[in-house]
C-alpha cells in the first residue's frame, strides 16, 4: 500500500504513525483500513481503504 498527498502529510494508519508522505506500508493485511493524511496547515483527509490480497495500491490524499 502506498500512500500520498499533495503537498505533503503526515499519515496515521489504523491509529498508528507512519510518517510523511510518501509512505509504503509493506504487505498490508487484506481488509479495511482507517488512513488520515494531514497537512502542515493542518487539513485532515480520513479514509477508509481496502486492500486485497496480493494486489498493489495507491492511495492519494488532495490537501489542497
Known amino acids: 500500500l ?3 498527498a499533495e503537498p ?5 494508519y489504523d491509529g498508528r ?4 508522505t510518501p509512505v509504503v506500508i ?4 487484506p481488509g479495511q483500513h482507517t488512513v488520515e493524511v494531514v497537512s502542515a ?6 479514509r477508509v481503504v481496502t486492500v486485497e490480497e ?3 495500491k495507491v492511495e492519494f490524499f488532495s490537501l489542497d
Open 26 to 29: 509493506e504487505s498490508p493485511k
Open 2 to 4: 502506498i500512500i500520498n
Open 17 to 20: 504513525r507512519m510518517g510523511q
Open 41 to 46: 496547515s493542518n487539513v485532515t483527509i480520513r
Open 54 to 56: 496480493g494486489k498493489r
Open 8 to 12: 505533503f502529510g503526515q499519515v496515521t
